[in-house]
């Protein structure tokens, strides 16, 4: 049997990831960052090991030993790891962090991306396991945008691909043609907090993927609890980029942006 490692942030994608894994016919051996990763991706894996988010030597050795040479990344972890925390990398995460140029995302996965490979574990294209949460094209709630905020996501647009170029992140936060909000190191939710606050309501919440996205990693995703930050921001439009942002449980995400009159919007430039 295939066996496929999932290396587990935060959030439900790795469990999606694992059960449509383990439909396509692979054991699935999961490496759970903590104190990141959901306790209840237990349920969807066939064995899971818990590692120190910082031990990256670990990491590797739990798929080596497990005889896995195929593997993904799925859910966030933030960089603000690096900055907030009390958490200690080992002595192969040092050696990977004083190698960079720079931090930015890209550098920081590839060189995981690079010392995986050098132990014979390739990391696959996260939407081999996630085809079907790619995110369509067109309007996915009942009420689609007004003319004004159309106007709103076609600018917001040009901003958030031109952040997303320079690897600093793939949200913005737009009202009125004016930026409200821009995504860095703090993620999509507190960025939304952020736009959401300046605009006072009504603002327009658009995100997208990297010019070149590599879909091995650092996927844009939204889930449920982006729509409830909206609601708390007042914000009243999504626009994520079709076919290559993840939509996690669309069919509750619709249904409560339908009762709180948010739109959301697959499009692609």
């Known amino acids: 049997m295939k066996k496929l490692g999932i290396i587990a942030g935060t959030g439900e994608l790795p469990s999606a990831i694992a059960s449509e894994a383990r439909a396509l016919g692979y054991k699935v051996i999961g490496i759970a960052l903590e104190p990141l990763a959901d306790s209840s991706l237990s349920s969807y894996v066939d064995e899971l090991k818990s590692v120190n988010v910082g ?3 670990k990491v590797i050795d739990s798929l080596k030993k497990s005889g896995v040479r195929e593997a993904v990344m799925a ?10 925390s009390r958490i200690t990398p080992d002595l192969r995460a040092v050696k990977l962090l004083f190698s960079l140029r720079d931090r930015r995302d890209d550098s920081i996965l590839l060189a995981v991306a690079e010392e ?3 132990e014979g574990i390739r ?3 996260i939407t081999m396991f996630s085809s079907g949460l790619l995110a369509p094209e067109g309007i996915l709630t009942k009420m689609g945008p007004s003319p004004e905020e159309w106007e709103d996501i076609k600018f917001g647009w040009r901003i958030a691909k031109q952040i997303g170029g320079l690897d600093i992140g793939q949200t913005v936060v737009i009202k009125n043609r004016a930026v409200m909000a821009v995504e860095a190191i703090e993620g999509t939710d507190e960025a939304i907090r952020r736009g959401g606050k300046l ?5 327009v919440v658009v995100k997208v993927s990297k010019p070149n996205q590599d879909m091995r990693f650092d996927v844009p995703v939204i889930g449920l609890e982006t729509i409830e930050t909206m609601i708390d921001a007042h914000a009243l439009v999504l626009a994520v980029e079709a076919k290559k942002c993840l939509i996690l449980n669309r ?3 619709i249904e409560v942006s339908k009762k709180a009159g948010i739109s959301i919007v697959g499009y692609s430039g």
Do not use: F, H, W
């Not at 859910?75 to 907030?84: C, F, I, N, P, R």
């Not at 605009?199 to 603002?203: H, M, P």
């Open 75 to 84: 859910g966030k972890v933030s960089k603000t790891l690096l900055y907030t």
């Open 251 to 253: 069919e509750k995400i």
């Open 123 to 125: 990391l696959l294209d």
């Open 199 to 203: 605009a006072g309501k009504d603002a």
């Open 116 to 118: 995986l490979e050098k």
């Open 55 to 57: 031990k990256l030597g």
